[in-house]
């Protein structure tokens, strides 16, 4: 089977697409298919970034880079420069290659999806896929950049409608999503939708053995202390407030709140807590992916903040590693999210909603107090992670799905 996948971001992107991507696109190589990935040369921050695998050795994916400013994610107007660079250049790649048996389209650029559907549209056999961890137009509707139900907006939802009719298949990560993308986009039942949620590779987070804690531990003094930890984007779909509140409530209890990472909301959240004096409230940039569990397994539970807009448009894709590591989590969102759902489904921590800040405070001082409830909670988010959210649960889901819409009886999957 001939598989293409386009992503702006690959490995060594720090985006988490970038390794979802390639996870999928290795797995597949090394079932034989022949997978070409066409991505961006930039990375997630901006910059050039070192050199993406690009063997075409069998049973290894052939990876295409396009040029693209490299401006990062500082401003829209910088965004969206990559984006534009990199969806002019996927399109003309994707009329230039072969026919296709299937093209996986993610949603990083937004419309990316454009390629996809021009390739169909030269090779009317292919089957074309929609990877969608986002929503457009609606994010950009939901967070002010654009006027919902203005000109703007209509014309990109008329876009949306026409590429959804060229879509054999929606791969969502949680039913709000998938429901938003159907309800929103589909036509007399064209596409298909399932949930196949995001995941972490099992062999970076094996059962037995524990990772040494990150070194950053040691350089911020937080040994003695219950770490509360926040890791990856904390940006536009994430929520800041209520954080501060929670951490001064909780300045008597030993509970030091660790934010890793970057994103628009962190200049917000570091204001605050300078202003009001915080001390135990601290923030350190990216780390290597190759740092994460390292980074986990100093914490104590992963906090997880999302907008109530953010439903249905964008999910966090930080739960999966902290469920790989036995992480309760603390999640402060709305209902009906994948980590909601998590949460529900494997009891694996506390779902609580915006603007309760006795709520967070409740849930961390009973996992702080509490080490049989934590030690519970912690086996829980393991077993979700085995049974769910791991490479060995998802990947077999993508494979039904690719060999179904490239066989004889594809239509059958519909789910």
Same mark, same amino acid.
């Given at each position: 089977?001939?598989?293409?996948?386009?992503?702006?971001?690959?490995?060594?992107?720090?985006?988490?697409?970038?390794?979802?991507?390639?996870?999928?696109?290795?797995?597949?190589?090394?079932?034989?298919?022949?997978?070409?990935?066409?991505?961006?040369?930039?990375?997630?921050? $901006?910059?050039?970034?070192?050199?993406?695998?690009?063997?075409?050795?069998?049973?290894?994916?052939?990876?295409?880079?396009?040029?693209?400013?490299?401006? $990062?994610?500082?401003? +829209?107007?910088?965004?969206?420069?990559?984006?534009?660079?990199?969806?002019?250049?996927?399109?003309?790649?994707?009329?230039?290659?072969?026919?296709?048996?299937?093209?996986?389209?993610?949603?990083?650029?937004?419309?990316?999806?454009?390629?996809?559907?021009? +390739?169909?549209?030269?090779?009317?056999?292919?089957?074309?896929?929609?990877?969608?961890?986002?929503?457009?137009?609606?994010?950009?509707?939901?967070?002010?950049?654009?006027?919902?139900?203005?000109?703007?907006?209509?014309?990109?939802?008329?876009?949306?409608?026409?590429?959804?009719?060229?879509?054999?298949?929606?791969?969502?990560?949680?039913?709000?999503?998938?429901?938003?993308?159907?309800?929103?986009?589909?036509?007399?039942?064209?596409?298909?939708?399932?949930?196949?949620?995001?995941?972490?590779?099992?062999?970076?987070?094996?059962?037995?053995?524990?990772?040494?804690?990150?070194?950053?531990?040691?350089?911020?003094?937080?040994?003695?202390?219950?770490?509360?930890?926040?890791? *990856?984007?904390?940006?536009?779909?994430?929520?800041?407030?209520?954080?501060?509140?929670?951490?001064?409530?909780?300045?008597?209890?030993?509970?030091?709140?660790?934010?890793?990472?970057?994103?628009?909301?962190?200049?917000?959240?570091?204001?605050?807590?300078?202003?009001?004096?915080?001390?135990?409230?601290?923030?350190?940039?990216?780390?290597?992916?190759?740092?994460?569990?390292?980074?986990?397994?100093?914490?104590?539970?992963?906090?997880?903040?999302?907008?109530?807009?953010?439903? *249905?448009?964008?999910?966090?894709?930080?739960?999966?590693?902290?469920?790989?590591?036995?992480?309760?989590?603390?999640?402060?969102?709305?209902?009906?999210?994948?980590?909601?759902?998590?949460?529900?489904?494997?009891?694996?921590?506390?779902?609580?909603?915006?603007?309760?800040?006795? $709520?967070?405070?409740?849930?961390?001082?009973?996992?702080?107090?509490?080490?049989?409830?934590?030690?519970?909670?912690?086996?829980?988010?393991?077993?979700?992670?085995?049974?769910?959210?791991?490479?060995?649960?998802?990947?077999?889901?993508?494979?039904?799905?690719?060999? $179904?819409?490239?066989?004889?009886?594809?239509?059958?999957?519909?789910?």
């Amino acid at each position: 089977m001939r598989v293409a996948i386009v992503n702006l971001f690959y490995p060594p992107s720090l985006a988490a697409s970038a390794h979802l991507a390639a996870s999928l696109a290795d797995h597949r190589a090394a079932w034989g298919d022949e997978v070409t990935v066409v991505c961006g040369r930039g990375g997630y921050l $901006g910059g050039a970034r070192g050199g993406a695998r690009s063997s075409r050795a069998a049973g290894t994916p052939t990876v295409i880079q396009l040029w693209t400013p490299a401006l $990062g994610k500082a401003t +829209h107007g910088r965004r969206l420069g990559d984006y534009v660079a990199f969806l002019i250049g996927a399109v003309g790649r994707l009329l230039l290659m072969p026919r296709q048996d299937v093209v996986v389209a993610l949603t990083t650029p937004p419309f990316v999806l454009v390629a996809a559907v021009a +390739h169909r549209i030269l090779h009317p056999r292919t089957k074309v896929v929609l990877w969608s961890h986002d929503v457009y137009p609606d994010a950009a509707e939901a967070f002010g950049t654009i006027r919902p139900g203005g000109f703007l907006s209509r014309m990109l939802r008329a876009v949306s409608r026409w590429l959804m009719r060229r879509v054999d298949h929606v791969v969502a990560v949680d039913n709000a999503m998938l429901n938003r993308v159907l309800t929103g986009y589909a036509h007399d039942g064209r596409p298909t939708g399932s949930v196949i949620p995001n995941w972490e590779p099992t062999a970076r987070f094996p059962r037995d053995g524990r990772p040494t804690p990150w070194a950053g531990y040691r350089e911020a003094a937080v040994a003695d202390r219950f770490v509360v930890l926040h890791t *990856g984007n904390f940006g536009v779909g994430h929520r800041a407030e209520g954080i501060a509140d929670a951490a001064a409530s909780l300045a008597g209890d030993h509970v030091t709140f660790l934010f890793v990472g970057g994103g628009v909301r962190v200049p917000e959240l570091t204001a605050e807590v300078k202003r009001r004096n915080l001390r135990n409230v601290l923030f350190h940039g990216y780390v290597p992916r190759v740092e994460t569990a390292g980074v986990l397994a100093g914490a104590r539970c992963s906090l997880i903040s999302l907008d109530d807009r953010s439903l *249905g448009i964008m999910s966090p894709s930080k739960m999966h590693s902290s469920l790989a590591m036995g992480l309760p989590i603390v999640y402060v969102g709305p209902p009906g999210t994948n980590v909601d759902e998590a949460i529900r489904m494997y009891r694996c921590g506390f779902s609580i909603r915006q603007g309760d800040v006795p $709520g967070i405070v409740e849930a961390i001082r009973r996992l702080r107090s509490d080490r049989g409830l934590a030690d519970e909670l912690s086996r829980n988010a393991r077993r979700a992670f085995e049974s769910t959210y791991s490479d060995r649960s998802t990947l077999p889901q993508f494979d039904a799905l690719l060999e $179904g819409l490239t066989s004889s009886e594809g239509l059958s999957i519909a789910g």
